[in-house]
C-alpha cells in the first residue's frame, strides 16, 4: 500500500518527537518515501542529523533557505508528495493550521497545499482539553484533515490523561488507511448483517444473539473507501451506517429476495447470522398458553443465501461468507467454505467464553483457497478496515 508514496512528514517541538524516528524506519521499511521538515522547536528534541539519516533525504526548517528556493521551492514540497503527516501536531501547529498563519517553513506548507493531511497530536493534557485547543480541533475535523490519536497515558510532564502522540505503527496504519480512501470507488458490495426473525405466530419468533454490529462496521468500512454499498439488515441492535443504501428484512426469505434484487455486484460480503429453520406454519393469531398442552411446532429449511448467490448467474466476483463456531472453527468453516462455494470464509469462535457474539471485539481466521490466516482479536471497526483494505486488494 504505501510503495512508491511521497510522505511529507513535519516533525513539531514536542517530547513526542522521537517516536518520529522509528516511524520514518517504519514507513521507509513499507516502501514509502519521507521529505522531512522540522520546526525550530523540533530541533530541541531529535536533530536534523538522525532524521535525514533514517529518511536518505534532506531535513528541510528553514522558510528562507536560498539553496532550497533555488532547486526547489518551499511551496513545490507540499506539493510533490502524496500525503502530508503532522508528528507530532503540537497546540501550537494546530492552532497556526486552524488560524490560516503562515510564519516558518512548517506552517507555510501546511497552507499552500491541496494535499491531504494527517496529523498526530500531543501535547500536555490541560493543553487537550482546553477550549481552544477543542475550538481548533473542530475546525481542522470541518476542513478534512485527518486525525491519529491521541492516545491516553502518562506523559512526560508527570502528568495522566489524553495528549500522548499514537504510536508509530498506529500512525502508520492511519497513514495506509488514508491512502486506502477512494480504492473501491466504483465497486458495487452487497452486504447482509443482524439476525434474521423466523416468526412463530405474531408476537414470538425464533432468533440468535447476533446484534449486527460486525457487519454494520463492514459496510461502513466499505463505504469509506469509496464503495457503492446495499446494505440488507435483519432487526439489528445497532443503526446502519450513513452514506449506504439499506434495505431492512425481517425473515431469511426477506433477505434473499432483497440479495437477489441487488445483484449484479462485484463482491457480497454474507456477515448475517441467518436462521437455519423456520416454522413450517407460523400461526396467524397468538398461540394461547394451555395448562398441561404443549404446542408442536414442525420446522423446515430456511434458503441458503450463500450457496444460492455463489451459485447463481449473477455470482460476484468475491463471495465472503461468515462462520460463526463453538469448536473446531478451522475444520468446520473450512468445510463450509467448500460445501458453499464461496471465495472467502471469515471464522470465528463465539462460544459463550469469548464474549464475542454481540461483543464489542472479534477474534476472527479468513480462510481461502491458501488456507486459512488467523487475526488477533481486535475491536470489530478494526476487523472491518482490515477486511475491507483486503477485498480492496482483492478486486484491484
Not at 528541510?60 to 510533490?80: K, N, P
Request: glycine share 10%.
Amino acid at each position: 500500500m504505501l510503495a512508491g508514496k511521497r510522505i511529507l512528514l513535519i516533525i513539531g517541538g514536542g517530547i513526542a518527537a522521537y517516536k518520529t524516528l522509528d516511524l520514518i524506519r517504519r514507513l521507509k521499511e513499507r516502501g514509502a518515501s519521507i521529505t522531512p521538515v522540522i520546526t525550530r522547536a523540533g530541533t530541541e528534541f531529535v536533530t536534523p542529523l538522525s532524521v535525514a539519516a533514517l529518511a536518505g533525504e534532506t531535513v528541510h526548517s528553514e522558510l528562507f533557505d536560498l539553496t532550497s528556493e533555488a532547486e526547489m521551492g518551499h511551496i513545490q514540497l507540499s506539493r510533490v508528495a502524496d500525503l502530508v503527516v503532522v508528528a507530532p501536531a503540537t497546540a501550537d501547529i494546530m492552532a497556526k493550521m486552524a488560524g490560516g498563519r503562515a510564519d516558518d517553513l512548517a506552517s507555510t506548507l501546511l497552507l499552500a497545499t491541496d494535499t491531504p493531511i494527517l496529523v498526530a497530536p500531543a501535547m500536555n493534557v490541560r493543553m487537550w482539553d482546553h477550549p481552544a485547543t477543542q475550538r481548533n480541533l473542530g475546525v481542522l475535523r470541518g476542513d478534512g484533515v485527518r486525525m491519529v490519536g491521541p492516545n491516553e497515558g502518562s506523559m512526560a510532564c508527570g502528568e495522566y490523561g489524553p495528549g500522548r502522540m499514537a504510536e508509530p505503527m498506529e500512525i502508520v496504519d492511519a497513514i495506509q488507511r488514508a491512502f486506502e480512501q477512494g480504492s473501491l470507488t466504483g465497486r458495487r458490495i452487497i452486504v447482509t448483517s443482524g439476525p434474521t426473525h423466523e416468526p412463530i405466530d405474531p408476537v414470538r419468533y425464533i432468533a440468535n444473539r447476533s446484534s449486527g454490529a460486525q457487519g454494520t462496521a463492514i459496510a461502513r468500512a466499505l463505504a469509506a473507501l469509496g464503495a457503492e454499498v446495499v446494505f440488507v439488515t435483519g432487526p439489528a441492535d445497532v443503526p446502519p451506517p450513513v452514506g449506504v443504501e439499506v434495505m431492512r428484512v425481517e425473515t431469511a426469505r426477506e433477505m434473499l429476495a432483497a440479495v437477489e434484487s441487488a445483484l449484479p455486484a462485484d463482491a457480497g460480503v454474507f456477515a448475517a447470522a441467518v436462521a437455519d429453520w423456520r416454522v413450517k406454519e407460523a400461526s396467524m393469531s397468538k398461540i394461547k398458553k394451555e395448562k398441561g398442552t404443549l404446542p408442536s411446532l414442525s420446522f423446515e429449511e430456511n434458503p441458503d443465501i450463500l450457496a444460492t448467490v455463489c451459485r447463481s448467474e449473477q455470482r460476484p466476483r468475491l463471495v465472503v461468507g461468515f462462520a460463526a463456531e463453538t469448536d473446531d472453527v478451522v475444520s468446520h468453516a473450512t468445510a463450509k467454505r467448500a460445501r458453499k462455494e464461496c471465495d472467502w470464509i471469515v471464522a470465528n469462535d463465539v462460544s459463550p467464553g469469548t464474549g464475542i457474539m454481540g461483543g464489542s471485539e472479534n477474534a476472527i481466521t479468513l480462510i481461502d483457497g491458501d488456507g486459512a490466516e488467523e487475526w488477533p482479536r481486535m475491536g470489530k471497526d478494526e476487523v472491518a478496515r482490515k477486511l475491507a483494505a483486503r477485498i480492496a486488494e482483492s478486486l484491484s
